[in-house]
């Protein structure tokens, strides 16, 4: 018996649909039965004909039942042993918020980490003025499409002058392609080159996420050692790699400049064994005692470079907005290949960022960051042969948004990292970015300075002296 | 001898540097020539010291020079057959906009595309107000981060709930990642699999996108054609394929909807033959004549299914605003292979989305979507039937965002598109999404209308009806 309850949100056509559902599901209506008319049953239950024939419509959609001409609706074969609807409906659903912050979140005061931005450096006003003028802008209906699978044609232009007069990049509009971060970026060359190698050649250290990207890729790593100015060619050539990841005016983690001869010997080394480089250029914005070292992709004059950098480093992390210059000898390929893929950067923002550099905003942006950088690593620097003195080395300093700090304290790093955060400072490994970490001297943490104010770097780092040198708090 | 031109835009000791750079890359100055000391360029150029010492710096860094103790600064070997001035400055930048758009473009004057939305539809007062609450609130820290790289906890809430009403799906917020796309979604899960299974199933005909990206990551393509109710169990389970791509509340693109039992079968399959089922429910809220079917995922308890969708049909593509349900039983596997990704979507877009869902402007644009498109569709069909009486088959209708159209006129594909252009109406092809398109019947063509007017629906078909029928505009 159907018992119709007057319930606001349940309308009575879902309760005769939910009551003949349970009876299929539970066995107790077989197959081949036949429903009571539509007629007969919407008259013993005093509704109209069309809510018994929308709760019948609804389970011949979902195969419940088929509708034959003259014997009406039939119960269609169900396999009950395959339905657990005690097991579907015991798992309750949680809507309580978990707590996910553990207490060692909170015990950490200062964070050297090296991934976030200071919000201080951050041109919010200017930021949200340029979103909301494209959000009033009467060319909006873009948004409700799905665009060029590139990128906004007009933002790749700016992107293309911005490159050309800051990086020395020379391309094309059609020769960029938006992504939404480095590793997206990479999964994309990955799916450009799985078919072809198997293998890549990253530097040794490289950015470890990198390193997982190919790795998920099925690609095999062969990690190269690195030298004074830069990887080491002839292993690079014994490994019969066809690519390379590298990261040539800053290398990751280690901060050293590839050399301008290595540079030309790798393009060589590519147009001969028709190979690939991928340059990743992620920060050389950021050069505090000389200007940024022109881009390998500037040199190439051979197809050979594929030069990518994010928005992650100079902007914020956030949005999500990175690019890759492919050469004019991988367009074809590339657009075969991914001829379905759609764009993978929000609409708005792209156009946000286009008109940002198209007033200026983001050269003055560039030019803060800089100089608000270098301050605070000069400043960091300082600190640390204050404190430290000659028990410290600095690598990779004049750079970027990071360094290296070898500690001669005895210490390997785990120790270091472990004393730190007893102290409430947060200092990062350097190994995971080995791909054979035995083969490094373990007595160096990574430190990032671009989130915290002076103030919290003078205070971390004193703390630091503390933990690896006093072995007291002062 | 370096002459110094007083250009505002070229400080002095970059014009020192490039005077060096050009000597050394013309092969004018070899390796181990000795420059001036800094001392004696500085009293012969009238500059100061330090303009010097900055060049020569710039060229140690670059790899052009080595400083000496005792012996300044050195010219380091390079390779100068390597580097091609010349041919490096040959190639000019251009920076005017070139015009993509070509004339076929201006002659389409009705396009029953079937992936962009109307902005009519979308509620962008609200939008707006959502985004500029995020920028404007306290909380905009986040801002400058990476954040959580399966997205916001909060927001993943939010989606749970809605999952769960709306849809079936159970699971919690930590089964929940964003990404910026369905095809971003199957890569990830390509990555997943791929070091385990080496094909894939799919249905046939089946989201051409979908097949790229799987054969983007070297999957083998197995297509699985389609019954009335869905997939051919028999003949999936003689493809020996484990992983299985399927659309079952609205196939894409035959509109077709997955029985029941064959939904039960098909997670009984993927139990016994530790196989995982991709459900891609990327339209499903869009049901016009019936309640939306419920998810293949509310059925299983096994732990089967990767639940996949997109804000991209019911909201706006331009998003670019994905996510997947990931089985508990994927979540450490997931968490490993991926420890080192980024989320891949705007934190301010997911934040504002959250706050869009909390405050019920999400379920309002949902019925609002919902009650617009199916004024278009049943205005479509009506007017199909009234133009084209008997010699048209409507495929697929009552659902979605678009109908295949099965026309009866001798026609095939090709030419029933090419005639549409012919009177300024673009129509969609079929055949580009079977895998084995000699299978298919060529006599389609896929139309979708949620981005047109009704006026300009009605206007489309009239003039579609004079190309297929009259063989001449009324």
Redo the contacts between chains.
């Keep these: 018996m159907i018992i119709i309850k007057e319930k606001e949100y349940e309308p009575k056509y ?1 309760q005769i ?1 939910q009551y003949f559902k349970h009876q299929i599901t539970t066995g107790k209506l077989v197959a081949a039965s036949r429903l009571p008319s539509t007629r007969s049953l919407a008259d013993s239950m005093g509704v109209s004909r069309n809510t018994v024939e ?1 709760a019948y ?2 389970l011949c ?4 039942l088929t509708s034959k001409a003259g014997s009406g609706y039939v119960v ?4 009950v042993s ?3 609807d005690s ?2 409906e015991k ?1 309750e ?3 309580e ?2 707590n ?1 912050n553990t207490d060692d979140d909170k015990r950490i005061q200062f964070d050297f980490m090296y ?5 201080d450096d ?1 041109p ?1 006003r200017a ?2 003025k340029a ?2 003028e494209i ?2 802008s009467s060319n ?8 060029d699978r590139n990128g906004e ?2 933002f790749r ?1 700016e992107i ?2 911005y490159l ?1 007069f800051s990086r020395g990049v ?1 391309c ?2 059609e020769q960029i392609v938006l992504t ?2 480095t ?2 970026s990479l ?1 994309l060359l990955c ?1 450009l080159f ?2 072809e190698y198997d293998s890549v050649a990253v530097e040794e250290p490289c950015y ?2 990198a390193r ?2 190919f790795k ?3 690609m095999q790593i062969k990690p190269i050692p690195i030298e004074e ?1 830069g990887i080491c060619v002839s292993l690079l050539k014994e490994s019969k790699a066809k690519l390379l990841y590298t990261t040539p005016s800053h290398q990751f983690p280690t901060g050293k ?9 790798l ?2 080394w590519a147009e001969e064994k028709d190979a690939y480089l991928i340059e990743d250029d992620y920060d050389s914005e950021l050069r505090y ?3 940024p ?2 881009s390998m992709q ?2 190439d ?1 051979k197809g050979r470079v594929i030069y990518i950098n994010t928005f ?1 480093k100079a902007f ?5 907005m990175s690019f890759m210059v492919l050469p004019q000898s991988l367009l074809k390929r590339y657009h075969k ?13 792209q156009k946000a960022m286009q008109a940002f550099m198209q007033n200026g905003d983001w050269s003055r942006h560039l030019r803060k960051i800089c100089t608000a950088n270098k301050k605070k690593h000069d400043m960091l620097l300082n600190v640390i042969h204050q404190c430290m003195k000659d028990k410290i080395v600095i690598h990779g300093s004049h750079a970027g948004l990071h360094i290296l700090l070898e500690i001669k304290n005895g210490m390997k790093e785990k120790e270091l990292i472990r004393s730190a955060e007893a102290v409430g400072v947060q200092v990062y490994p350097v190994s995971v970015h080995w791909a054979n970490p035995q083969n490094y001297n373990d007595n160096m943490v990574l430190i990032g300075y671009s ?1 915290l104010s002076e103030e919290e770097i003078k205070e971390g780092i004193h703390l630091l002296r503390s933990a690896w040198f006093d072995f007291k708090v002062e």
């Design positions: 879902i649909y929308a419509q609804q959609t979902e195969g419940y269609l074969p169900f396999d395959l339905y657990n097991a579907l798992e659903m949680v809507f918020e978990e996910s991934e976030n931005m200071n919000l951050f919010m930021w949200k979103l909301n959000l009033n909006v209906d873009c948004f409700s499409s799905y665009n044609r007009e232009v293309m002058k050309y020379r094309k509009p939404s971060g590793i997206s999964s799916q799985m078919s470890n996420s997982a990207a998920n890729h099925k100015d400049v590839m050399g301008v001869n290595k540079r030309l010997h393009i060589q005692n000389s200007k070292i022109p500037s040199l004059y992650s914020v992390p956030s949005l999500r290949k991914f001829s379905k893929y759609n764009c993978t950067v929000s609409w708005i923002e989130s």
